[in-house]
């Protein structure tokens, strides 16, 4: 059986780690993407106070794609 190395611990921002892939020592690059719950919360804002587009605005309604900055491959989410 193949050795499968561990995925990385990852958070809602930047974190340290070793990239699975080009093994480098990295601090991880973020994109951040909406999802159904920030859709979902942008409906909500719109009901309750008409700001529905505060939760796009902000990144802490979306999830966390990390990259390595080293060799650009996709390392996880951090699902918010």
């Given at each position: 059986?193949?050795?499968?190395p561990?995925?990385?611990?990852l958070?809602p921002?930047?974190?340290v780690?070793?990239?699975?892939?080009?093994?480098?020592?990295i601090k991880?690059?973020v994109?951040?993407t909406?999802?159904?719950?920030?859709?979902?919360?942008?409906?909500?804002?719109?009901l309750l106070?008409?700001?529905c587009?505060?939760?796009y605005?902000?990144?802490?309604?979306?999830?966390t794609d990390?990259?390595c900055?080293?060799c650009?491959?996709y390392?996880?989410?951090?699902?918010?």
């Amino acid at each position: 059986m193949p050795h499968v190395p561990p995925k990385p611990l990852l958070g809602p921002a930047n974190t340290v780690t070793t990239c699975q892939f080009c093994h480098a020592s990295i601090k991880t690059a973020v994109k951040y993407t909406t999802t159904a719950r920030t859709h979902m919360a942008a409906a909500l804002c719109g009901l309750l106070c008409c700001l529905c587009c505060v939760p796009y605005g902000s990144d802490s309604a979306k999830n966390t794609d990390h990259y390595c900055p080293n060799c650009e491959r996709y390392l996880g989410t951090y699902v918010k």
